[in-house]
Each structure stands twice: as structure tokens, then as C-alpha cells.
């Protein structure tokens, strides 16, 4: 006697909904599994994407010198992580031909005030190709320029936010503020920006490089130059990245007498910043799914555990079918379509719940979510091999009943 698949099925879709209730809490676990998987490896590939899309707002032309190796730690090859100055942000303005535009900064949080108004600002001390080299947009007046540098004046460009916290809504131009009690004029508003990487770029403060390290930070004792955080570079286009980082390494290392030592600067440019970053939200996504998929493993546990229940239930009703004909191999299916047919159904519904919660998500968080037909496929499928997995055992326990001990019983 062959095995009718459509008749099995239909008898546990009979049987599981005479027992609504335990089949739904049955199901819950790989319900809430396939929702997991399908949310998590979206949230892990959109943040991917929001990482991917913060280095590319920054031209893919980008270079950042930072002090210390970053392969071995930021105080590596130093006494001291300040291995840069501004003179070697000069010298690579002036020597390095692959590169269009050089942008020192020196940053410190700080108390920035307008009579009673007061906030606490980014304010970093920079020169006038920071416009440039990180693509400021200006709303009002405008940014740095050579005068300003050169004269070291006490002049501010704010960031939309301080702007409106220090202002409200006049105009600030022309107006003054103070950091540090030092008196600044301001000469422009830069337009909103949002953050980057955590950091509200809104809540800055740009002032000249010399002014910061001589008045507001004060001069490093014993430095014939600043020392400064950052040195972001722009190369002259994208296929002049890799000469310009090149070029740079060679002459820093000649600047600071480094013919045998290690570097002790890091030379990156946006595509290593963003190899580094794809590799930590590819195990980000992974360690999600990974996390996720437990819970369908659960979900499977649960499956067997009630499965278990039901031959102990139905000990009557396996011992009437085998004693009018029906073959161990009936009964062994019957349940073990019940189980898959459990987690099938669950596996549905858990995913109608995992599209809905990117769909939130996207609404809701500045994550770019997809649906990952990938995930859908995958999650699906463990919870159909789940069902099958976790019933073989329960379905073989039904099958080795013996009839006559099954109806006395």
C-alpha cells in the first residue's frame, strides 16, 4: 500500500487544528525564528549599507593621515600618538603633486556661548581646504580663507545646530561668540550635514589651525609645530589615490627620520577604510543570522517535545489503524507530515512577520532595509528540515507501536 501524501496532509491539517491552541504555541518557536533570521540579516546588510554609503559621502578620492601604526596600536613607533604637525600637513600641500587639496585638523570638545546661550561644540581648528577636502556646503557667509589662516583672526564658521541653540532664529553673521572666553567673529553658517559614524557634524565649530593650537588649546611645550589629529588629503582624482598615498608614506618617513623604524602614521585611503568596515559587518551580519537561527533550532525542540505528547495522546487511535491495515510506514508519515506541516506553516507566518519588521525598520531608522530573498529562502527551508528532522523521531515511536498493546492501552 502506497503512502498518500495529500491524505496525510490533509489529516494533519485536521488534527492540528482540533488543537488550535497547543499548534499555535507549537509553531511560536520557529515563528519567531524565521522572523529573527529574515530581521536580522536585513538589519545586518542595511547597516552595512549605511556604513558603505557615510565613507562614499566623502569622496572616493579621500586620504587620512592619522599619528601612530594602525597595525600595531595608535602609540606604535612613538613615544607619543601626536606624531603629526602642521608642518607636515605644509610639506605634503607643497611636495606631493598627486594630492589637490591638504585639510590639518586639531579638534576638542568644548563650552561655546552667546551671552546667556550656551552649548558644547566640536570646535575644530582647520584651514580653508577643509571646505573642499570634506565637500562643505555653506547656508550663510562664508568658510576660512587664506587671509584668515595667515592673520590667525578670530573669526568662526558654526554648524547648523550651534547656530540655532546660540541664536535661534537671527542671523548669526557678523555676530559674536565665545570658546574658551576668547571672542570670535562669525563669518558663516554651514548647512545642515546629519551625522557621520555616530557624530552630529551639525554641532561644529571650524576656526583657524593657528588660533586653536596658540589660544585655545595652547602650544605644545617644546614643538616647533602644532601637532594635529588628522591630515585629511584629496587626491587630484580617483586613479591618483594610490601615488598619493605613496608619495605621502615616502615623505613623512623621510620628515621624521624614519629609515629603518615603522611608521609612525597611518596612511588610509576610503577604499581600506572600507574593506576594514565591510569585513566587520560581514561578521556582524553573520554573527545575527547565526544568532537568530538558534532560536529555529528551539523552535524544532518544541516540535519534537509536542509531537511526543500527541503519540503518547493517540496511542488508541495508532493501534485502530494498524489493526485495520495500516503499515508502520503509514503511521511514520502521517506524523512526520504533521511536524513539517508545523513548521511550514510557522515558517509562513514567521516570515509575513520578518518583511513587516523591515518594513518598520525603514520607516524608522535611518537603515536602508531590503528584503533579503536570500534569508527568506534559507530561513524557510532549516524550518521545513526542522519540522521533518525533529518529527523522524516522534513518527518512529508512533510506527513501533504494537497494535494489540496500543488498544489496551
Known sequence: MSINLLENATMAVKTLNANRLRSGLTMLGIIIGNASVIAMVAAGQAAQGYVTRQFESLGTNILFITPGDAQRGPGAGASRADTLTLADAEAIAAEVLAVSAVSPEKTERLRVTRGAAETQSNVIGTTPDYLTVRQITLAQGRFLNPVDSQANGPVAVLGSEVAKTLFGSQVPLNQSIRVKNLRFEVIGVVAPRGSSFG??????????????????????????????????????????????????TNLLRLRHGLFQDDNDFTVQSQQDLLTTAASITDMLVLVLGFTAGISLLVGGIGIMNIMLVSVTERTQEIGLRKAIGAKGRD???????????????????????????????????????????????????????IGLVFGIVPARRAAQLDPIVALRS
Do not use: H
Not at 595652547?218 to 589615490?241: H, L, Y
Not at 511514520?332 to 515558517?347: D, P
Open 199 to 248: 557624530q552630529n557634524q551639525d554641532e561644529a565649530v571650524y576656526i583657524p589651525i593657528g588660533v586653536m593650537a596658540n589660544q585655545v588649546t595652547g602650544q605644545e611645550v617644546g614643538k616647533t609645530s602644532p601637532s594635529v589629529q588628522t591630515i585629511a588629503v584629496s587626491a587630484r582624482d580617483e586613479t591618483q589615490a594610490s601615488a598619493a598615498q605613496y608619495q605621502m
Open 331 to 385: 503511521i511514520s508519515a502521517q506524523f512526520t507530515i504533521e511536524a513539517i506541516v508545523l513548521a511550514v506553516i510557522g515558517g509562513a507566518i514567521g516570515t509575513g512577520l520578518g518583511i513587516a519588521s523591515i518594513v518598520v525598520m525603514t520607516l524608522t531608522t535611518p537603515l536602508i532595509a531590503g528584503v533579503s530573498l536570500g534569508a527568506i529562502a534559507i530561513s524557510f527551508s532549516v524550518s521545513g528540515a
